[in-house]
């Protein structure tokens, strides 16, 4: 798999779990008669911390790979560019 396939894949598993705590949520709290913003917030809290922690993990690792993937030939060819001109001084 290509780095900015991979980088996209993460970007969009990120997104998935940002949605999954906000929809978890609302089904935890589809049975109840009222609604309200603290009620909400409390049935965030009940689902955890664990869908934004990934969510987040997921998102730095698919940013990660996709300045490597936009930035890896550029810097190839410097490397390769300053080995030549290296050997040449020798």
């Known amino acids: 798999m ?3 396939t991979a980088g996209i894949v993460l970007l969009g598993i990120a997104a998935f779990l940002y949605g999954v705590r906000y929809i978890s949520a609302a089904i935890f709290g589809s049975n109840v008669s009222s609604w309200g913003s603290d009620l909400f917030k409390v049935m965030l809290n009940s689902v955890g911390e664990g869908p934004i922690m ?3 993990i997921a998102f730095i690792a698919g940013v990660i790979y996709l300045v490597l993937a936009e930035f890896e030939t550029p810097l190839k060819k ?3 560019e300053i080995k030549s001109n290296w050997n040449k001084e020798l």
């Open 2 to 4: 290509q780095r900015r």
């Open 54 to 56: 990934f969510s987040r």
């Open 78 to 80: 410097i490397a390769n």
